[in-house]
């Protein structure tokens, strides 16, 4: 069996961060993914979800200790790099369809040029 390498990896679970190559199944959504692992514990949490009326809480507004969320960040910084290149991804793939930047701008709530500079590459 050959040794995996970072370009054999197309994606990342947004939940639990393993690759998909990792998993069993990875589900894509604009932007994000979910394996099959972290599907069925969400299936488990809203099978067990309290009943209507129930308190609704951000996770930040969950956890109790500064070490529970030092812990996080870097959890949701790697997701948001995660979203970042998938952006820039789909931003490419317009291009290459011959999508104008100001188009691509106007449909990210950005100027022509904001876009350009975040996602050309170009300095």
Do not use: H, Y
């Not at 069993?24 to 604009?30: F, S």
């Amino acid at each position: 069996m050959s040794a995996v390498t970072e370009e054999s990896v197309i994606a990342e679970c947004s939940f639990c961060l393993r690759p998909d190559n990792e998993v069993g199944t990875l589900v894509a959504g604009p932007g994000v993914f979910i394996c099959d692992e972290c599907v069925g514990l969400c299936t488990f949490v809203i099978e067990g979800k309290p009943p209507e009326g129930g308190s609704r809480l951000a996770p930040w507004d969950q956890v109790t200790s500064p070490e529970e969320v030092l812990a996080n960040l870097p959890r949701v910084a790697a997701a948001g790099a995660q979203v970042e290149r998938n952006l820039a991804g789909w931003v490419l793939k317009a291009r290459a369809m011959g999508v104008t930047w100001a188009r691509i701008g106007e449909t990210l709530g950005m100027s022509r040029q904001s876009a350009w500079e975040r996602f050309s590459g170009e300095e």
